[in-house]
């Protein structure tokens, strides 16, 4: 009975497969990219960023229809220019980086609701919105996986700068000529990983496989490897349940995927070491070892 609920779903169904493969590859390259917006303290900017991308994918669906190429292409460039775009205004103007991020995330999700209702249905709007788990293809796996590879082999590469700049960004632009490499090498893997996560999940849940993980890994662990494997780990269990969910009680998979990782946050918020109650029940005398 367990083994028929639990495995035969991915067995016998395709579609269940494939979806499986898109959830585990973004797994791997989102998520670690997510622990890191976390430690920068950008989760937020990461919702806005999700959002920034929506006009350049309404404006591929607009020419091109569903054309995966044409909203990959459309939202990177979207998401690059609004990411871009609130750098410059953060430094040549009195508001903050976040105040110009959540201005030009309304308009952008604005833009792209306009865009895709000019010509699209309630049912288009709802897959750019919300995304299609079980719809994928062969493309578009091709694409999520090939994301989550460059995502990897990026930050194997960009490890020790991304590290030192969660923590000390003003020594690391003193010591090193990295400094801006990390930095928009960074928010180039962020943008090119909510695109990435965009054609599973939608523009609206795109960040939530980013951030929730990473976010329920901080409440359990402290040094970065360990936060980092779990976080994926996190995901990975996450996917697989929020499928499963969706498969028995047939409701949306996308949905599903990132109210199961809301509860593995929500139970860290109040079991872990770090969280609301574990944090009491760990308390030590000041000088125990």
Same mark, same amino acid.
């Given at each position: 009975m367990i083994e028929s609920s639990l495995i035969t779903p991915f067995t016998e169904f395709e579609f269940m497969r494939r979806a499986l493969a898109g959830c585990l590859a973004l797994a791997f390259g989102a998520t670690p990219v997510g622990v890191f917006l976390l430690l920068r303290r950008m989760s937020l900017m990461g919702d806005a960023m999700a959002h920034a991308i929506l006009p350049g994918a309404a404006l591929g669906y607009l020419a091109f229809g569903l054309s995966l190429g044409a909203m990959t292409i459309g939202g990177i460039i979207a998401g690059l220019v609004v990411a871009l775009a609130a750098g410059l205004v953060a430094r040549s103007s009195i508001l903050k980086e976040d105040t110009s991020l959540a201005a030009f995330y309304l308009l952008s999700i604005a833009t792209g609701v306009m865009i895709v209702s000019l010509r699209g249905r309630n049912l288009d709007l709802l897959?750019?919105?919300?995304?299609?788990?079980?719809?994928?293809?062969? =493309? @578009?796996?091709?694409?999520? @996986? @090939? $994301? @989550?590879?460059?995502?990897?082999? &990026? !930050?194997?590469?960009?490890?020790?700068? +991304?590290?030192?700049?969660?923590?000390? %960004?003003?020594?690391?632009?003193?010591?090193?000529?990295?400094?801006? $490499?990390?930095?928009?090498?960074?928010?180039?893997?962020?943008?090119? =990983? !909510?695109?990435?996560?965009?054609?599973?999940? #939608?523009? +609206?849940?795109?960040? #939530?496989?980013?951030? +929730?993980?990473?976010?329920?890994?901080? +409440?359990?662990?402290?040094?970065?490897?360990?936060? $980092?494997?779990? &976080?994926?780990? $996190? &995901? !990975?269990?996450?996917?697989? %349940?929020g499928l499963l969910v969706s498969f028995h009680l047939d409701v949306p998979a996308g949905p599903s995927i990132i109210l199961v990782t809301g509860l593995v946050y929500i139970a860290s918020l109040a079991l872990a070491p770090g969280g609301m109650l574990g944090s009491r029940l760990d308390r030590r005398p000041h000088f125990e070892s």
């Open positions: 897959h750019v919105l919300f995304g299609s788990v079980l719809a994928l293809d062969d =493309n @578009s796996l091709m694409l999520i @996986s @090939s $994301i @989550s590879t460059l995502s990897l082999l &990026a !930050l194997a590469l960009l490890y020790r700068p +991304l590290v030192l700049e969660c923590f000390d %960004s003003a020594f690391l632009r003193g010591v090193s000529a990295a400094s801006p $490499i990390a930095h928009y090498g960074f928010l180039v893997l962020v943008v090119l =990983n !909510l695109v990435s996560g965009f054609h599973a999940l #939608g523009t +609206l849940m795109a960040v #939530g496989i980013m951030i +929730l993980p990473a976010a329920a890994a901080r +409440l359990w662990v402290r040094q970065l490897p360990a936060m $980092i494997g779990l &976080a994926v780990l $996190i &995901a !990975l269990v996450s996917g697989v %349940s």
